[in-house]
C-alpha cells in the first residue's frame, strides 16, 4: 500500500474520532454513551483502515508500534502528520457547526479532583491497556482476527474509567486537534506525557516478553 494512501486512511479514521466525540459529548448522552461513541468510532475506523494502514489513528500507538519494530520511522513521521491533521479539520469542522464553547466542552479535560501528576498516571495506563490490546488482537499474527472490535472496546473501558478524571482521551490527536483549533492549551502537555508514555512501554513490553517469533 503506498505511503499516500496510509496518510488518507489515518487522516480519516482519526477526523472520524474527533468529530464524533464533539458531537456525542454535545450531545450529552451521559459517560456510557461517551465511552460507546468512541469505542464505536474506533472499532469501524480500525475496521475500516487496517487493512491500508493498520487502522492506527492515534499517535501513541504508532509509537507502540515504531518501539515494537512494527513500522519504521519514517512511515512513522508521516502517520502523525496525518493523524494530526485529520484531528485538526474535525475540530475546526466542528467549531463552525456549534462554537468554541462546544468544542472546548468537547475535549478531555482534567477532574476538578485530578492533578496533571494523576491524569498523565492515568492515561499511560489507559493507553497502554490499549496499545497492549492492538498488538494481541491486530499485530500479533497468532492473536484472534477480530477487526476494531476488541480496539473499540477497550476505548469504551478506558473512557467509563477515565473519563469523570482525565476525560478519557487515551489519544494525544483527541486533544491536539480542538486545542489548536481553540487555542486551548490547558494541562495539554498531560495527554502527550502520558498516552506516549502508556504507548512506548506497551509496545516494548510486547515486543520483549509476548511477540515471539511468529
Same mark, same amino acid.
Given at each position: 500500500?503506498?505511503? /499516500?494512501?496510509?496518510?488518507?486512511?489515518?487522516?480519516?479514521?482519526?477526523?472520524?474520532?474527533?468529530?464524533?466525540?464533539?458531537?456525542?459529548?454535545?450531545?450529552?448522552?451521559?459517560?456510557?454513551?461517551?465511552?460507546?461513541?468512541?469505542?464505536?468510532?474506533?472499532?469501524?475506523?480500525?475496521?475500516?483502515?487496517?487493512?491500508?494502514?493498520?487502522?492506527?489513528?492515534?499517535?501513541?500507538? #504508532?509509537?507502540?508500534?515504531?518501539?515494537?519494530?512494527?513500522?519504521?520511522?519514517?512511515?512513522?513521521?508521516?502517520? @502523525?502528520?496525518?493523524?494530526?491533521?485529520? *484531528?485538526?479539520?474535525?475540530?475546526?469542522?466542528?467549531?463552525?457547526?456549534?462554537?468554541?464553547?462546544?468544542?472546548?466542552?468537547?475535549?478531555?479535560?482534567?477532574?476538578?479532583? #485530578?492533578?496533571?501528576?494523576?491524569?498523565?498516571?492515568?492515561?499511560?495506563?489507559?493507553?497502554?491497556? /490499549?496499545?497492549?490490546?492492538?498488538?494481541?488482537? *491486530?499485530?500479533?499474527?497468532?492473536?484472534?482476527?477480530?477487526?476494531?472490535?476488541?480496539?473499540?472496546?477497550?476505548?469504551?473501558?478506558?473512557?467509563?474509567?477515565?473519563?469523570?478524571? #482525565?476525560?478519557?482521551?487515551?489519544?494525544?490527536?483527541?486533544?491536539?486537534?480542538?486545542? /489548536?483549533?481553540?487555542?486551548? @492549551?490547558?494541562?495539554?502537555?498531560?495527554? @502527550?506525557?502520558?498516552?506516549?508514555?502508556?504507548?512506548?512501554?506497551?509496545?516494548?513490553?510486547?515486543?520483549?516478553?509476548?511477540?515471539?517469533?511468529?
Amino acid at each position: 500500500m503506498n505511503k /499516500l494512501s496510509k496518510c488518507i486512511a489515518e487522516a480519516i479514521g482519526t477526523f472520524a474520532l474527533i468529530f464524533i466525540g464533539i458531537g456525542a459529548i454535545y450531545a450529552n448522552p451521559g459517560l456510557l454513551g461517551v465511552a460507546l461513541a468512541h469505542g464505536l468510532t474506533i472499532a469501524v475506523m480500525v475496521s475500516a483502515t487496517g487493512h491500508i494502514s493498520g487502522g492506527h489513528l492515534n499517535p501513541a500507538v #504508532t509509537l507502540g508500534a515504531l518501539v515494537g519494530g512494527k513500522i519504521d520511522f519514517g512511515d512513522a513521521l508521516i502517520y @502523525w502528520a496525518s493523524q494530526l491533521a485529520g *484531528a485538526t479539520v474535525a475540530a475546526f469542522v466542528c467549531l463552525a457547526l456549534f462554537s468554541k464553547e462546544i468544542v472546548v466542552a468537547g475535549t478531555p479535560q482534567l477532574g476538578p479532583n #485530578t492533578s496533571a501528576m494523576a491524569g498523565i498516571v492515568i492515561e499511560a495506563i489507559t493507553t497502554f491497556f /490499549l496499545v497492549f490490546v492492538v498488538y494481541g488482537t *491486530a499485530i500479533d499474527s497468532r492473536g484472534p482476527k477480530i477487526g476494531g472490535l476488541a480496539i473499540g472496546l477497550t476505548i469504551t473501558l478506558g473512557i467509563l474509567f477515565a473519563g469523570p478524571l #482525565t476525560g478519557g482521551a487515551i489519544n494525544p490527536a483527541r486533544v491536539f486537534g480542538p486545542a /489548536l483549533a481553540v487555542s486551548n @492549551w490547558t494541562n495539554h502537555y498531560v495527554y @502527550w506525557i502520558g498516552p506516549m508514555l502508556g504507548g512506548a512501554l506497551a509496545g516494548i513490553t510486547y515486543k520483549t516478553f509476548l511477540l515471539g517469533k511468529s
